[in-house]
């Protein structure tokens, strides 16, 4: 891990289109921008790993009633022509 220390205004680059500048602290926090293109997702640790977390738990177990609501709107699948590969 690379460890910085920036003051307010101050910025780091990290490769060509990334920046990031201290805005400023206030007591123990410290506010920062990011300047990154749009096609970049930037994303905060704990809101990442909070919806990580729940998707996690929706796959781990599945709600019959959730199911049950989808099911109605599945097609039956349609049966393979001979040498034709059998869809899911």
Known sequence: ?????RRTG?????GRDVEVVVLGTEGP???I???APREV?????????????E????????DPAAL???T??????RPAAAGEPRQP
């Open 41 to 53: 997702a930037v994303v905060r640790r704990e809101l990442l790993e909070e919806v990580e977390t």
């Open 10 to 14: 101050e910025s780091i680059r990290i």
């Open 55 to 62: 998707n996690r738990r929706a796959v781990a177990k599945p």
């Open 72 to 77: 109605p709107g599945l097609r039956p699948a």
């Open 33 to 35: 921008g990011v300047r």
């Open 1 to 5: 891990m690379l460890v910085l220390s």
């Open 68 to 70: 049950a609501r989808l």
């Open 29 to 31: 926090y410290v506010r």
